[in-house]
């Protein structure tokens, strides 16, 4: 089975979400770890801040790339990236828990396809082939 892309990148926003978790940046942690994990990602290393007076940008990187979070609570607003490598790793869990936790109630997504194959080959500038790399890894 050939792979079409090395990656999922899903683009998140998320409305009317609860002030208080919004600001709460060991909350806002604890969440998108846990966003990770049901994605069924390995994580690597967290790192989250909380602005003052309001705000947290946070980072979870995982072995299959990267979940990141800025929220704005004076509005119930949140950014969120969850992109993800791999065909073991489910993006859509990890947004499935974020929208129940922050408790949006309106959210808007754009799935965005990262290192189509296709064009990797046909752009690189070297014999390559996704396929051969793929079959070496795993």
Not at 117 to 133: A, L, M, T, W
């Amino acid at each position: 089975m050939k792979i079409e892309q090395l990656g999922r990148h899903i683009l998140v926003e998320f409305y009317n979400c609860d002030n208080d978790i919004l600001n709460n940046h060991e909350l806002i942690e604890q969440y998108m770890n846990e966003a990770a994990v049901n994605a069924k990602a390995t994580i690597v290393k967290s790192v989250f801040h909380h602005f003052n007076p309001w705000g947290v940008s946070g980072v979870v990187v995982i072995q299959e790339s990267h979940l990141t979070i800025h929220t704005w609570p004076e509005y119930g607003y949140a950014a969120v990236d969850l992109f993800t490598c791999g065909e073991e790793v489910d993006p859509w869990t990890g947004f499935a828990h974020l929208k129940k936790m922050l408790k949006s109630n309106r959210t808007e997504t754009l799935e965005v396809p990262r290192g189509l194959v296709d064009k990797i080959e046909r752009f690189s500038e070297d014999d390559i082939e996704i396929e051969d790399f793929k079959a070496k890894v795993i």
